[in-house]
């Protein structure tokens, strides 16, 4: 009975999944430390520690467009690897493909080559991202581990947020010590380092990257091309040259224009399908609509929440802390001087010009604008003293560290009511997602109350109390999606139908760059946050009105 039971243990999960977790950790390591600063070094000022510069709605609007064309890409970097490249390649092209483009950010700071790098990274993201998620769904796809895909993909989106936990302190050090390009240049080696992670356990997935036989009514990649790609591109390059902007600027016209092609082939597939595939890519799309919403809101993360944590919470260091901090910089007995600790930095404060004007035109971003009364009065009766703050990115951190923390939880209150058999099917788990998500816009409510309107910096604890609910409904969600598409996809689309996840992904990233650039339209910040919470409980209400086909057609199909 001892022996049977060490069994079960050695067979829960693939020999391959350990290796498919570090890779997309590191993976994720560089991306997620590339949205960790992203708009602080698009808004940082030219002149001082050489940033773009770039207004606060601009960076909004290039980091939707940037987020939202990674999520784009995957619709057809998935077909590419299911019907030509196969999956190990695809895999590689697109590593190496980001690692060039994280590099180049490092390197080059003229605009046409930032944008040129941002591009390698959003076409490597399309090969890699869809890529290796069904990957891991074809180790779980046979006995004795198919009972387990859920449970799978939660340890695998584990990985993803550990990368994105530790990249925002390896970011904060980097450009403290060095600069902003060698953060950058971080991101490209945590890439490289996933590559070689990918290569040591490559005979344990093997098997399961072989690619689809062409089967009858199969899409073929001329009808891509023809039908879906080169129509995207003239539809996104009439939304870009249309005169006077319909959606606010001419990157977000472009994107929408572009996506419709795209929604169209997904809708087609449907339409087209075979009638034992049709309730599967039906319930399949509807999932994809109503989890858009989730990544309109979750997504404001790089934008309105580090707004939030860049001009309303409170980052000062503890007294207690500022000497330790600045020992950290202390060499041979002596102390560099115009250096920063590695966790915290000065660039908030007001900047001036030798002539004494101000270099940050917006007026918008200087740190000591709304301290409470006391830390006023303390720096006007100790005007020489200096003010320690956290690095803004550090508090990019807090998601990932709550989905490091919570996961084992989640996996196991699952596990609890499977044993029970009361476990909830996979879109029950999204819907319930969608709910609690919305209850984190209640907290940052709350949290714009506390500070009167931002007049006075908040504590940091009410960002760690939204981003732990979010990150509940996140891990009903994000991953569940990620296990739905690999149980209900037909086999010979599953690559494609995981990049249509992507695209509800990506659909919804550039939605929350378009909301995060309507920041400042709202004088009291509780409306723009009560804006989201309607949105993910519209959502929510769309999730409950088809909740019930849903789980029938998931019981139809065996799970």
């Not at 690095?391 to 560290?401: A, G, H, K, V, W």
Request: glycine share 10%.
């Amino acid at each position: 009975m001892g022996n049977l039971k060490i069994e079960t243990m050695k067979t829960k999960h693939p020999k391959g999944l350990p290796f498919l977790f570090f890779t997309e950790m590191w993976e994720r390591f560089g991306y997620y430390l590339i949205l960790g600063i992203f708009v602080l070094y698009v808004i940082e000022p030219t002149g001082l520690k050489g940033g773009l510069g770039l207004p606060d709605k601009t960076a909004d609007d290039i980091f939707g467009t940037y987020i939202a064309l990674t999520y784009l890409t995957p619709f057809i970097g998935g077909f590419l690897a299911d019907r030509i490249l196969g999956y190990i390649k695809s895999i590689y092209l697109g590593g190496i493909l980001m690692a060039i483009g994280y590099i180049g950010l490092g390197i080059f700071k003229e605009l046409p080559l930032f944008y040129g790098s941002l591009a390698l990274i959003i076409i490597g993201n399309g090969f890699f991202k869809p890529t290796i998620s069904t990957l891991l769904g074809n180790l779980y796809s046979e006995e004795p581990y198919k009972a387990n895909k859920d449970s799978g993909y939660n340890i695998f989106y584990m990985g993803i947020n550990i990368g994105a936990f530790i990249c925002n302190i390896i970011a904060a050090f980097m450009r403290n010590k060095f600069g902003w390009g060698e953060a950058f240049i971080t991101a490209g080696v945590g890439m490289l380092i996933g590559l070689i992670i990918f290569t040591i356990g490559r005979k344990h997935y093997i098997h399961a990257a072989q690619m689809k036989p062409v089967q009858e009514g199969d899409t073929k990649l001329s009808e891509i091309l023809i039908k879906v790609f080169l129509p995207a591109i003239i539809a996104g390059a009439i939304g870009w040259f249309i005169p006077n902007n319909i959606f606010g600027s001419d990157n977000t016209d472009a994107f929408i224009f572009a996506c419709i092609p795209v929604i169209y082939f997904y809708a087609s597939l449907y339409f087209k399908a075979k009638p034992e595939e049709k309730s599967s890519i039906g319930a399949l799309l509807s999932v994809f609509l109503i989890s858009m919403f989730f990544w309109a809101v979750f997504k404001q993360n790089g934008t309105a929440l580090t707004r939030w944590a860049n001009y309303y919470t409170d980052r000062s260091v503890p007294s207690s802390m500022e000497k330790p901090l600045e020992d950290i910089y202390m060499v041979d007995g002596k102390s560099y001087e115009n250096k920063e600790v590695p966790i915290y930095d000065d660039q908030f404060q007001s900047q001036k010009d030798k002539n004494g004007n101000t270099i940050k035109v917006q007026g918008k971003d200087i740190y000591f604008k709304n301290i409470s009364p006391a830390q006023r009065s303390e720096l006007e009766k100790n005007p020489q003293n200096k003010v320690y703050l956290y690095n803004t990115e550090l508090l990019q951190s807090i998601n990932p560290f709550w989905v490091i923390a919570l996961t084992p939880l989640v996996v196991g209150f699952w596990g609890l009511l499977r044993k029970k058999g009361k476990e909830p099917l996979t879109p029950t788990k999204i819907v319930l997602g969608l709910f609690i998500s919305g209850l984190s816009c209640l907290v940052m409510v709350l949290a714009v109350m506390a500070g009167d309107n931002g007049a006075i910096k908040v504590s940091p604890w009410w960002l760690v109390a939204s981003y732990g609910v979010i990150t509940v409904g996140e891990l009903c969600l994000s991953p569940m999606g990620l296990s739905f598409v690999s149980k209900l996809s037909p086999a010979r689309i599953t690559a494609l139908m995981m990049g249509g996840f992507f695209l509800a992904n990506s659909v919804g990233n550039k939605l929350s760059g378009i909301l995060a650039s309507t920041w400042y339209n709202y004088e009291n910040k509780m409306n723009y946050f009560l804006v989201n919470f309607a949105l993910l409980i519209f959502a929510t209400l769309l999730g409950l009105s088809m909740l019930k086909r849903l789980n029938n057609i998931m019981k139809e199909k065996g799970h």
